[in-house]
């Protein structure tokens, strides 16, 4: 297989290496070893010295030369999806990597990573992690049946994660040295790799692009700019690329919102509304519902003049003919209500309250029921209790009907309940909202009544007319009633 590598290396000294170890004495490697390297890997040019000697075998000088040399070594790929194929060669590339990973766990920081051992790092590393996705990747299934796609290469690729993650953390590694290595084009990269259906290598990408984040302070502006392009494209083009990744990116971000400097930036509020709040539409949303919604409430949490802002975008995409994300929004509202103030409360209690009585209204039996749930919060019963004047007249007609006829008996019992808290809170505004109620049934209850004799009234006329030619006739509404 490396007969073309090979071919193109010069040839090496029939003489044995021998390298000094610090007590000076010399350490010969055996010709078995040394044809087992060569025949599995190219041979390292970086200083004459052999790839497979063990770092404890090498003077402190040489060290970083031999790091070098393994890394090299390591930049030669192997087909994972035949498992007999090259096994020899697998493992031994394997134990360089755990080699390699050893070393840079161990190094003291005394001992700096140099710019040759960086771009050797970065290069092993792009070599070996950068690929390009089959096309059946970004055609995903959106239902949450689907069992994730493992990939054959992970105990190999898992070590490569674990060495770069060892790499970037390392307090060997200069930063302002490493940067020019680690660049934009690098990142850009690893968030492709978010792709990935293994779900074990989006949590390994998840927390190296969190740490390049926190080290690397030049690249956060590109970092975060990069973030939100790939939830642009999930939003608004959801059908031409997967939503893979997309829960890992929200968990790095909501640890980057609990860092941000008060007063807020423009360019964060601006995320908040164009990103975080869209990706609420998304059909797929169940898949990183709990990380949006940290999101958010950590936005919340920095600025709580946001809130109105947020509840006015979850109005805007509210799911009306999907009971399972009504739900999940009822209990996002919950959060996000409990922590306003009475301020901001009231700029959108109005259109809150008029959407949760239509959810208590709801057929499905866990909208009403999740809605009805809202007046076991404290805190929001008592936002509810300062304003009950505006509140009691929308919740009180959804309360009735529940109360009247619907069929599941939580949500009656829920429903009683709540009758119950508001007419503790104010009887007389709650008795003038019931009258009012009564006074409502009885003009729609009229109303019908003189649609019904207008409907009775025209076809007693139609009827006594002769059809003539194509003159339209009325129909009995007995001879067209269809049950709904």
């Not at 040019?45 to 970083?64: N, R, Y």
């Not at 929308?394 to 949500?411: G, P, R």
Request: with cysteine; aromatic share 10%.
């Amino acid at each position: 297989m490396f007969k073309q590598f090979l071919s193109k290396l010069p040839r090496k000294s029939s003489k044995p290496d021998s390298t000094s170890d610090p007590s000076g004495s010399s350490v010969v490697r055996s010709n078995s070893v040394k044809r087992m390297s060569s025949a599995v890997f190219p041979s390292s040019v970086v200083a004459g010295i052999e790839p497979l000697v063990p770092f404890k075998d090498v003077p402190t000088s040489e060290k970083l030369n031999l790091f070098v040399s393994k890394l090299s070594l390591c930049c030669v790929t192997f087909d994972f999806s035949d498992q007999t194929k090259n096994s020899i060669e697998k493992d031994v590339k394997r134990q360089t990597l755990l080699e390699l990973l050893d070393f840079v766990s161990s190094s003291s920081s005394s001992v700096r990573f140099t710019e040759p051992a960086i771009l050797a790092m970065c290069k092993m590393s792009a070599v070996n992690l950068f690929r390009v996705f089959p096309p059946s990747y970004r055609e995903r299934n959106d239902s949450d049946d689907n069992d994730p796609t493992f990939e054959p290469a992970w105990p190999h690729l898992q070590i490569v994660y674990d060495l770069l993650l060892k790499f970037i953390t390392s307090p060997c590694l200069d930063a302002k040295v490493a940067k020019k290595y680690l660049h934009h084009g690098f990142i850009l990269r690893l968030l492709e790799l978010l792709d990935s259906e293994d779900p074990r290598e989006r949590e390994c990408l998840k927390t190296i692009l969190h740490r390049v984040y926190g080290k690397f302070m030049v690249h956060r502006p590109f970092i975060r700019k990069a973030m939100s392009n790939i939830f642009y494209s999930f939003v608004f083009e959801a059908e031409k690329r997967g939503g893979g990744g997309i829960a890992e990116l929200l968990e790095i971000f909501g640890s980057i919102v609990s860092g941000f400097a008060l007063p807020l930036k423009e360019e964060h509020k601006i995320f908040l509304w164009r990103v975080l709040i869209p990706l609420h539409k998304a059909k797929s949303v169940g898949g990183y519902f709990h990380q949006l919604s940290y999101c958010v409430t950590q936005f919340i949490d920095k600025e709580p003049k946001l809130g109105s802002v947020v509840i006015k975008g979850l109005l805007k995409f509210w799911p009306v003919t999907n009971s399972q994300k009504e739900v999940m929004f009822l209990g996002e509202v919950e959060e996000i209500v409990e922590v306003m103030s009475l301020v901001e409360f009231q700029k959108v209690m109005v259109p809150l309250f008029l959407r949760i009585a239509c959810c208590v209204n709801s057929c499905h039996f866990q909208v009403s029921e999740r809605a009805l749930f809202l007046w076991n919060n404290d805190q929001i019963v008592n936002l509810i209790a300062q304003n009950r004047q505006a509140i009691l007249p929308i919740m009180f007609t959804a309360l009735e009907k529940n109360a009247e006829s619907h069929w599941n008996q939580s949500v009656l019992n829920l429903t009683l309940n709540v009758r119950k808290m508001f007419c503790e809170m104010d009887e007389a505004l709650f008795m003038s909202c019931h009258a009012r109620f009564q006074e409502d049934e009885a003009e729609q209850c009229s109303a019908e009544e003189k649609r019904k004799e207008t409907w009775a009234r025209l076809e007693k006329v139609a009827s006594m007319k002769p059809v003539t030619g194509k003159t339209a006739v009325l129909v009995t509404p007995l001879a067209t009633s269809i049950a709904c």
